[in-house]
C-alpha cells in the first residue's frame, strides 16, 4: 500500500512540474520551451547557432609512415614520505626490443624490484626480486 501510495505521489510531483507549476515563473523572458530557442519581441523564432565542424588537422593527401621504426626512453620516480609510496620505472623501446624496470616498496620496507625484456623471438621475461631495505 504504501509502494502505491509513494508512486501516486511521485507522478502528481511530475506532472506539476512538467505543467510549469514549480519553475514557471523563473522562465527566461520570451522563451517557448516547446521549440527549445528564444523567441523576439515579433514572436519570429531565432533557431540556435549551427556550427560547421572544424576541418581536420592533418591534409588529406599527406602519406604517414605507419610502420616508423618506434624508439623511445622514459623514467619517472615517486618518493613520498608523508604516504610511503615509493617506487620508479624506466623502460626504453628500439624497434621490437622492449627493456625495463620498475621498483616498488612494499609496506613492510621490503622492495620488489622487476626487471624485464620483450622482443619478438623470446617474448615477455620479467625476472622479480625482493630486497630487505634495512
Do not use: C
Amino acid at each position: 500500500m504504501q509502494v502505491y501510495l509513494i508512486t501516486a505521489a511521485a507522478i502528481l510531483v511530475v506532472v506539476h512540474v512538467v505543467q510549469g507549476g514549480i519553475y514557471g515563473e523563473y522562465e527566461a523572458e520570451g522563451y517557448e520551451p516547446g521549440l527549445g530557442a528564444y523567441a523576439s519581441a515579433g514572436n519570429e523564432v531565432i533557431a540556435p547557432i549551427h556550427h560547421e565542424p572544424a576541418a581536420p588537422a592533418y591534409a588529406a593527401d599527406q602519406v604517414y609512415d605507419y610502420y616508423a621504426h618506434p624508439k623511445y626512453h622514459y623514467d619517472y620516480a615517486v618518493h613520498d614520505l608523508h604516504t610511503h609510496d615509493i617506487k620508479s620505472q624506466w623502460e626504453t623501446r628500439d624497434g621490437d626490443r622492449v627493456k625495463g624496470e620498475y621498483t616498488v616498496t612494499e609496506p613492510d620496507g621490503t622492495k620488489r624490484i622487476v626487471s624485464y625484456t620483450a622482443d619478438n623471438h623470446n617474448g615477455f621475461n620479467a625476472v622479480v626480486k625482493n630486497v630487505k631495505d634495512y
